[in-house]
């Protein structure tokens, strides 16, 4: 909802910005100006000057009264840019039905309102002030005051001549605002592929810096683990076997060898090969990534099965994919947050066909507030309270994050070619809802066939869980 109001907004805007329109109205009054006064001064031609500085007037004090009532550098809203460009046209007309219509060689101008239109407008308001040109070019061509001239009557142009005048203006204007709309249109593209190659740039380097965090974080809690090792060690050669103390150093020992195994895994160039390498089921994958997540006060229950089971047979084999360790952090961060956030119960749900797979997680807590549903996928985004230095829990026990989990999570599945969407369950009900669609080719590491082209993703009414701290311990 957040999302479609904000897109109506956008496009409530158009393209030109006050600061062009002032500046082009006050080209054309100071050349409406000159023209006028130098007919009217120097040539001696008669013509209703008062009438005429009247309408230069007007556009001169339009130009003032926008000029205070916004600022210049605000975009204008479509309606109002129509309205002024309308006014340009309307104004235009009526100073040329004072001084001979189409029989007046400044009739030309009479494009540029529409010209400016197709670069800046959506195409319904260039057809609508075009309509309007026309009309008013129609009607010039039929009825006019004489053009000024020396003795009125010497000059008049035959009305076969003024009617090709009328379609060559026609067509020029045609012609310039298809011209204009479609350079506007290629400008626009170049411009939003710009804009999305920068954020992607943008994201990778965030990613490249969080390596280089994780490559010093595995640096420094090396020596501090390794004495909690060793101090564990003493105390449990000290504590008598049958003391309620060895269970717990028992498991603070287990618990730092696997700490430590995790900043190996950290600290492993990317040439070393990964001693988990092997291939698992898209169950088992579920199951892996949520194993440490199991034993709490939240259930996780996971289902999976075909999508289609009286196919040809080919989608009902279940997906065997590679063990890949960021596609299992990825989903276990999912998991992770699904689980510190629901109240009793959280749902994993797999189903596959011959051409996609889709793993869904939900949960029963309550969902992401609106507030933060635009900024997700960016790190330090999230709705927990931001953890303090020495700081692990809150104050009333509720956990804490820098937002740099699921920014994390979203980057390695779509990398591993999932489509990620996000969503709160529909009314009545609670919770968050995260949706991970992959072609059965990219999940199982095959080339892509020609019948696939992309990922189809059912949409959903998307938004996400907050993300928590990624070197959050799931103990």
Same mark, same amino acid.
């Given at each position: 909802?957040?999302?479609?109001?904000?897109?109506?907004?956008?496009?409530?805007?158009?393209?030109?910005?006050?600061?062009?329109?002032?500046?082009?109205?006050?080209? &054309?009054?100071?050349?409406?100006?000159?023209?006028?006064?130098? =007919?009217?001064?120097?040539?001696?031609?008669?013509?209703?000057? &008062? +009438?005429?500085?009247?309408?230069?007037?007007?556009?001169?004090?339009?130009? =003032?009264?926008?000029?205070?009532?916004?600022?210049?550098?605000?975009?204008?809203?479509?309606?109002?840019?129509?309205?002024?460009?309308?006014?340009?046209?309307?104004? *235009?007309?009526?100073?040329?039905?004072?001084?001979?219509?189409?029989?007046?060689?400044?009739?030309?101008?009479?494009?540029?309102?529409?010209?400016?239109?197709?670069?800046?407008? $959506?195409?319904?308001?260039?057809?609508?002030?075009?309509?309007?040109?026309? +009309?008013?070019?129609?009607?010039?061509?039929?009825?006019?005051?004489?053009?000024?001239?020396?003795?009125?009557?010497?000059?008049?142009?035959?009305?076969?001549? %003024?009617? &090709?005048?009328?379609?060559?203006?026609?067509?020029?204007?045609?012609?310039?605002?298809?011209?204009?709309?479609?350079?506007?249109?290629? %400008?626009?593209?170049?411009?939003?592929?710009?804009?999305?190659?920068?954020?992607?740039?943008?994201?990778?380097?965030?990613?490249?810096?969080?390596?280089?965090?994780?490559?010093?974080?595995?640096?420094?809690?090396?020596?501090?683990?390794?004495?909690?090792?060793?101090?564990?060690?003493?105390?449990?050669?000290?504590? $008598?076997?049958?003391?309620?103390?060895?269970?717990?150093?028992? *498991?603070?020992?287990?618990?730092?060898?696997?700490?430590?195994?995790?900043?190996?895994?950290?600290?492993?160039?990317?040439?070393?090969?990964? $001693?988990?390498?092997?291939?698992?089921?898209?169950?088992?994958?579920?199951?892996?990534?949520?194993?440490?997540?199991?034993?709490?006060?939240? @259930?996780?229950?996971?289902?999976? %099965?075909?999508?289609?089971?009286?196919?040809?047979?080919?989608?009902?084999?279940?997906?065997?994919?590679?063990?890949?360790?960021?596609?299992?952090? &990825?989903?276990?961060?999912?998991?992770?947050?699904?689980?510190?956030?629901?109240?009793?119960?959280?749902?994993?749900?797999?189903?596959?066909?011959?051409?996609?797979? +889709?793993?869904?997680?939900?949960?029963?807590?309550?969902?992401?507030?609106?507030?933060?549903?635009?900024?997700?996928?960016?790190?330090?985004?999230?709705?927990?309270?931001?953890? @303090?230095?020495? @700081?692990?829990?809150?104050?009333?026990?509720? $956990?804490?994050?820098?937002?740099?989990?699921?920014?994390?999570?979203?980057?390695?599945?779509?990398?591993?070619?999932?489509?990620? %969407?996000?969503?709160?369950?529909?009314?009545?009900?609670?919770?968050?809802?995260?949706?991970?669609?992959?072609?059965?080719?990219?999940?199982?590491?095959?080339?892509?066939?020609?019948?696939?082209?992309?990922?189809?993703?059912?949409?959903?009414? =998307?938004?996400?869980?907050?993300?928590?701290?990624?070197?959050?311990?799931?103990?």
């Amino acid at each position: 909802m957040v999302a479609t109001q904000k897109t109506a907004k956008e496009t409530r805007l158009s393209g030109l910005r006050l600061q062009t329109a002032v500046r082009l109205r006050w080209f &054309g009054v100071i050349g409406q100006l000159v023209t006028i006064c130098f =007919v009217y001064f120097v040539l001696g031609f008669d013509l209703p000057i &008062g +009438v005429c500085l009247g309408l230069v007037a007007a556009s001169a004090w339009l130009n =003032v009264f926008v000029r205070l009532r916004y600022t210049m550098r605000a975009r204008l809203s479509t309606q109002l840019a129509t309205a002024l460009l309308a006014w340009d046209i309307l104004q *235009l007309s009526a100073l040329l039905y004072l001084t001979g219509g189409v029989e007046n060689p400044f009739i030309f101008l009479i494009v540029v309102p529409v010209t400016v239109s197709a670069s800046t407008l $959506p195409p319904m308001t260039t057809v609508a002030l075009g309509l309007v040109a026309v +009309v008013s070019t129609a009607f010039l061509t039929f009825s006019h005051f004489p053009l000024p001239w020396t003795h009125p009557g010497d000059f008049e142009l035959p009305l076969v001549y %003024s009617v &090709g005048t009328l379609g060559s203006l026609v067509s020029g204007m045609i012609f310039l605002a298809l011209y204009a709309w479609r350079l506007a249109s290629e %400008s626009r593209q170049m411009s939003d592929a710009l804009a999305a190659t920068e954020m992607v740039l943008a994201r990778e380097q965030q990613l490249h810096a969080l390596d280089g965090l994780a490559a010093a974080a595995a640096h420094e809690l090396g020596t501090p683990l390794s004495t909690i090792a060793v101090v564990a060690k003493e105390l449990s050669r000290e504590v $008598p076997a049958n003391s309620p103390m060895s269970e717990d150093l028992a *498991l603070l020992q287990s618990q730092a060898v696997r700490c430590r195994e995790i900043l190996k895994k950290l600290t492993r160039t990317p040439a070393e090969p990964d $001693p988990l390498h092997a291939q698992l089921t898209v169950t088992q994958l579920i199951e892996e990534a949520a194993a440490p997540y199991r034993g709490f006060n939240t @259930q996780i229950v996971v289902s999976a %099965s075909p999508l289609n089971a009286k196919g040809d047979g080919t989608d009902i084999d279940e997906p065997v994919g590679e063990r890949r360790p960021g596609l299992i952090y &990825g989903i276990g961060n999912l998991l992770e947050n699904a689980v510190d956030f629901a109240h009793s119960r959280v749902d994993v749900t797999a189903t596959w066909s011959a051409r996609e797979i +889709v793993i869904t997680i939900s949960d029963d807590g309550p969902g992401i507030p609106p507030d933060v549903m635009e900024a997700l996928g960016d790190p330090f985004i999230t709705t927990r309270p931001s953890r @303090q230095q020495e @700081q692990t829990p809150d104050k009333v026990g509720n $956990p804490t994050g820098l937002g740099l989990g699921f920014f994390i999570a979203k980057t390695l599945l779509e990398r591993s070619g999932a489509v990620v %969407s996000l969503a709160n369950r529909p009314a009545p009900a609670q919770g968050a809802v995260v949706q991970l669609t992959w072609s059965r080719e990219s999940f199982e590491g095959r080339p892509p066939s020609g019948s696939w082209a992309g990922m189809h993703a059912k949409p959903i009414p =998307v938004r996400s869980n907050p993300p928590t701290d990624p070197l959050q311990s799931p103990a």
